[in-house]
């Protein structure tokens, strides 16, 4: 079972709308907690660390249930430029390690 | 401030050959992680290094992939003998304390003919 499952999607939605992701963890040991953004063939970068209280940045949302071990991320009124691959990471600080999920593929279109 | 620096950016070559992937971390950052990423795939943890201590390679894929961390700055990714199969983009990331957030380099796209 890999450690951390997001659906691949793709998402597809137009301007305007509300989306939102989840993303699942296995290890109830893990303790921080990120979403980050990758445009086609570029690297990773950092959108946002999720807090255990939920946090929002602008027109991103990122929540934590750690009962059911799941975090989200909602975006509202899209823009074409979140068109994107949203990356769900999770870091076992026990192992000094951060396992990332595939990625959820947003398309927004005009 | 400057961020993550990989070079080179793209690297062809032929199956048999060595090649030495560079990272050069943000300043002042203690960890630094290697991954890989196949076309269309998620990133696959490689190698990290955190300070002095001894680093963990429990993510290196066979004996040919190794890697370094010199002055506890740059770093220098390793693969002997490349095969097809090691054509990727090989991403390097920092953080200012191990645990932190990641910031990532550009990554070098290798290619093994």
């Known amino acids: 079972r890999k450690e951390v499952e997001q659906d691949p999607g793709p998402f597809n939605v137009p301007e305007g709308a509300t989306v939102a992701f989840n993303c699942t963890y296995s290890?109830?040991?893990?303790?921080?907690f990120f979403w980050y953004r990758q445009d086609c063939r570029k690297e990773p970068k950092l959108l946002m660390s999720v807090y255990s209280s939920g946090n929002e940045d602008g027109r991103f949302t990122a929540q934590l249930n750690r009962a059911s071990q799941y975090i989200s991320l909602l975006i509202r009124d899209s823009k074409l430029s979140d068109s994107a691959t949203y990356l769900c990471?999770?870091?076992?600080?026990?192992?000094?390690?951060?396992?990332f999920g595939s990625g959820t593929k947003l398309n927004v279109k005009p | 401030g400057a961020g993550v620096s990989q070079s080179p950016s793209n690297k062809v070559t032929e199956k048999g050959k060595d090649v030495e992937l560079r990272c050069d971390p943000i300043?002042?950052?203690?960890?630094l992680y290697w991954y890989r990423q196949s076309l269309g795939q998620g990133l696959e943890f490689l190698i990290y290094f955190q300070g002095n201590s001894a680093p963990d390679k429990s993510g290196l894929p066979s004996d040919r992939f190794s890697a370094e961390r010199t002055g506890g700055s740059v770093s220098t990714l390793t693969i002997q003998r490349t095969q097809q199969e090691d054509s990727a983009v090989y991403l390097c990331a920092s953080s200012y304390r191990v645990n932190e957030k990641l910031f990532f380099g550009s990554g070098t796209q290798l290619s093994v003919l």
């Open positions: 290890n109830s040991a893990s303790q921080s």
């Open positions: 990471v999770v870091n076992m600080r026990d192992f000094n390690k951060f396992y």
């Open positions: 300043s002042g950052h203690t960890a």
